[in-house]
């Protein structure tokens, strides 16, 4: 985007966009369609105010049970952006990755690095597929949500885990 459309008033855009997978930070997890975006950019001098929402669907691997499962998402977000040649000496010792997303270079403006964080930042830390998700046997690998297994399970993890120590 160039940021002399941009004016007070405010540049206003909707669409879709698509984003490669290596854009995601899960490293297992991709997106079923385009990202859906409606944003509104608002130039105050050199800061450009960027506010809107976006919506897509992921795809996940659930850290318990390892089976993929889809996650829509729906956020609305506000985000300041600085030029990078605006930063003040104490802001120069901010390292060039650090600021990748909340600086913009020349007269452009990235929209899809904008929508990669957004997306990023909805993305749980740890996905789980449902809340009662039973995830694997430790013993076996049987996917407990799915089927029961023979293994005896009367001894916890954590003991299990403490009794290897007194060892």
Known sequence: IDIQRISERGLHL???LEID???LI??????????????????D???????????????LECVRCLEE???????HFDVVLFPVGGLTHAEH???????????????????????????N?????NPVCHEDCKGLCSHCGTNLNEADCSC????????????????
């Open 14 to 16: 909707a669409g879709s």
């Open 21 to 23: 997978r290596e854009n």
């Open 26 to 43: 899960e490293d297992s997890a991709y997106l079923t369609e385009p990202i859906n975006y409606d944003i509104h950019f608002v130039r």
């Open 45 to 59: 001098r050199e800061k450009i105010k960027v506010s809107g929402k976006i919506s897509a669907k992921a795809v």
């Open 69 to 75: 499962y889809e996650m829509p998402i729906d956020c």
């Open 93 to 119: 010792s901010v390292k060039e990755e650090e600021i990748e997303y909340i600086f913009y270079k020349g007269n452009k403006i990235d929209l899809a690095k904008i929508l990669s964080e957004q997306v």
């Open 121 to 125: 930042l909805s993305l749980p830390f």
């Open 152 to 167: 005896d399970h009367s001894g916890s993890e954590i003991s299990l885990l403490f009794d290897k120590i007194k060892r």
